[in-house]
């Protein structure tokens, strides 16, 4: 059985949301808690989380724990860009979408590099065919935008290959 370490740490994970939104230690909330994320976990085979199991190497341990403050980074600076352009008088905005080479073969990753960059203030993902990913902007880097956008994208993928591949 090839996909359980995946089915429990994906039931781990969501039965560590569970008790993190009841804060109960209720035997029956515990208990519907447990049974309810091992349902949800053997349905979608681990789909949830894949095997988090790998992240308890150091080397991947770090890389995960680097991406977090890497993306933390990034959200900040990008919440503060956004804050200041929202409260000019004349809102600066130069929407336009970009396409980009994604380098991952893991599609969990490049997923992950897909959702981070809508997580980011100012960003979206519009969608990833085979290696290629589209990003729209609320306003246009100056310069080369494609180059830009490459170098976004692609700081997030070097830091993934890390942790997926």
Same mark, same amino acid.
């Given at each position: 059985?090839?996909?359980? *370490? ?10 560590? %949301? ?73 809102? *600066? %905005?130069? *929407? ?36 290629? %990913? ?28 890390? %942790?997926?591949?």
């Amino acid at each position: 059985m090839r996909k359980a *370490p995946a089915v429990v740490s994906t039931s781990v994970v969501l039965l560590g %949301i569970w008790l993190s939104l009841t804060l109960s230690t209720d035997i029956q909330e515990i208990s519907i808690g447990v049974v309810v994320s091992l349902i949800i976990s053997i349905s979608t085979h681990g789909a949830l989380t894949g095997n988090l199991f790998t992240l308890l190497r150091p080397k991947k341990f770090l890389a995960a724990a680097e991406y977090v403050l890497f993306f933390l980074g990034q959200m900040v600076k990008a919440n503060i860009d956004v804050f200041f352009r929202i409260f000019r008088p004349v809102i *600066p %905005i130069r *929407p336009g979408i970009v396409k980009a080479k994604l380098r991952l073969k893991s599609e969990r990753a490049k997923a992950i590099v897909a959702n981070s960059i809508t997580l980011t203030p100012g960003t979206i993902t519009i969608d990833i065919i085979d290696d290629e %990913i589209f990003v729209h902007w609320v306003f246009l880097p100056g310069g080369d935008v494609h180059e830009q956008t490459q170098s976004m994208v692609d700081s997030f993928a070097v830091r993934l290959e890390k %942790i997926f591949e």
